[in-house]
């Protein structure tokens, strides 16, 4: 990743902290991998910004970088200036997450020769950026030494937003045939997603057959695929013509994403690919979702962004899930199930079968393709996002918990999840009319979903956390 780094500094303070703080910040920021852009000493004093020409030099170097950048970091070693600092992310307009740290000061340094007031500095940095309109991230604490622990873990996450607000702009989802007719639950405005740089690309399920039904008989990429799916699951109890449609189907829907440079997709299932072609697609997408490509089914394209917007923070694979039954009568627990395409990265282990609820239909032969097993126990992290066509925006809720190992006797791909104050959260969701689909993720990342979703694409989430709340 590429981050721009503007390092604060005001005359009336000692400069050579400018120097030194900037130093210790590029060699944090480049220890962990990331691509500084900065002005050097030969382009302003100490390499820092405090002047109006100094501010325009270093919103000209970040301009160049544009296509690059993915965030900018604002590093306060002494007061800084705070006018250069927001006139540096004005005349730069990259609209980037920005994060604002301070150095704190040392109790044996507060000499006027060493003082730093970096502490001060930073609300005065955070005023003008609020007065000139440019949202920014805060550090957990006021302040923070670069090479902190502390600073270590602010900068992962704000790595996380920076992935997640870049991820969902300009995105480009693909769905593969029409919403089913029963599940009124997965509307969404695509309008309203447009207005918010999401692209959807729509291709009907006839066509995706009629390329199927053109295939050679030993068709390269259906090959290819074929393998693939038996590398990737246990397929011992499945007829090889069910496999040869799964590895078509893959294989088709493989080379129109690239084509069309979809990056993520939601697809018709029920019920229309077992009566007219004969499997489930569920296996596809399973392994397009476990390699990073989310895939949600019943074209559920609001399902696909939450799980895509996880996976962008966490780097892991997501999962779309039914809030699907309570737990006993422990209030904080359910199962959350599918039926199932949840990516194998979800599963204790995990086997291809048949789906047992469509095949009370459609026939147990029409059925094959389902991933079956038990969610693994770990971090829970989940989202739901919605379009809003009421008010005309994008809203959602994010939130943390984690699966158990608690003992379940089902079918599919299920689990059973512990949220504290679930019952809030439950009401929370029946109370704003949000669907039964949550999209989840074996990680701790709602907190960067969170501010990236409403810090920098504006959009009302709610983050469901332990103590009261009253909601966005």
């Known amino acids: 990743m590429t981050l721009g780094l503007i390092v604060g500094n005001r005359g009336f303070f000692p400069d050579h ?14 220890s962990a991998g990331i691509e500084v852009v900065a002005l050097n000493d030969t382009e302003s004093k100490h390499g820092a910004v405090e002047t109006r020409q100094e501010a325009a030099r270093c919103a000209d170097l970040f301009k160049k970088h544009r296509e690059s950048m993915d965030g900018i970091v604002v590093t306060l070693p002494n007061f800084g200036d705070e006018r250069a600092i927001a006139d540096t992310l004005r005349m730069a307009g990259l609209n980037v997450p920005v994060l604002v740290q ?6 044996s340094k507060m000499s006027i020769r060493d003082r730093r007031d970096s502490f001060c500095g930073k609300m005065s940095a955070c005023n003008n950026l609020t007065q000139y309109g440019i949202p920014y991230s805060l550090t957990t ?28 702009r300009r995105l480009r989802i693909g769905a593969i045939g029409a919403r089913p007719a ?21 291709i009907d399920l006839s066509e995706i057959l009629g390329r199927i039904e053109r295939m050679k008989d ?5 090959e290819g695929k074929l393998q693939a799916i038996r590398a990737y699951v246990d397929t011992g109890s499945v007829p090889q013509t069910a496999l040869m449609k799964m590895a078509k189907l893959g294989a088709v829907i493989d080379g129109w994403m690239r084509q069309t440079d979809v990056t993520i997709s939601a697809v018709q299932c029920w019920t229309s690919l077992e009566e007219y072609f004969g499997v489930v697609p569920c296996t596809v997408m399973s392994m397009m979702s476990n390699e990073l490509m989310s895939s949600a089914c019943e074209v559920d394209i609001c399902g696909v962004i939450g799980m895509h917007a996880l996976q962008l923070a966490s780097k892991t694979p997501s999962a779309l899930l039914d809030w699907n039954n309570n737990y006993g009568d422990d209030p904080d627990k359910a199962v959350c199930f599918h039926c199932s395409n949840l990516p194998k990265h979800f599963f204790a282990d995990v086997r291809m079968d048949f789906q047992e609820i469509i095949a009370g239909t459609v026939g147990k032969e029409n059925t094959f393709g389902t991933c079956v097993g038990r969610v693994k126990a770990g971090a829970m992290s989940f989202a739901r996002f919605s379009t809003d066509d009421r008010e005309g925006n994008i809203r959602g809720y994010v939130g943390e918990g984690e699966f158990t190992n608690d003992s379940l006797n089902t079918f599919g791909g299920a689990g059973v999840v512990r949220i504290p104050a679930l019952q809030r959260l439950l009401r929370y969701i029946c109370e704003r009319g949000f669907e039964h689909h949550v999209a989840a993720n074996f990680s701790t990342s709602s907190a960067a979903v969170h501010e990236a979703a409403t810090r920098y694409l504006g959009w009302g989430v709610y983050w469901h956390k332990h103590e009261p709340s009253s909601g966005c």
């Open 102 to 107: 301070a150095t704190p000061d040392t109790p």
């Open 17 to 30: 902290l400018a120097r030194s703080g900037r130093e210790e910040m590029i060699r944090v920021l480049q």
């Open 218 to 222: 030993n068709d390269d990429a259906a």
């Open 141 to 168: 604490l006021h302040t923070e030494a670069p090479d902190s622990e502390e600073f270590r873990k602010d900068l992962d996450w704000f790595l996380a937003v920076c992935r997640v607000v870049k991820g969902l």
């Open 182 to 202: 029963a599940f009124n639950t997965v509307r969404y405005s695509e309008k309203i997603l447009e207005s918010n740089g999401i692209s959807i690309e729509t």
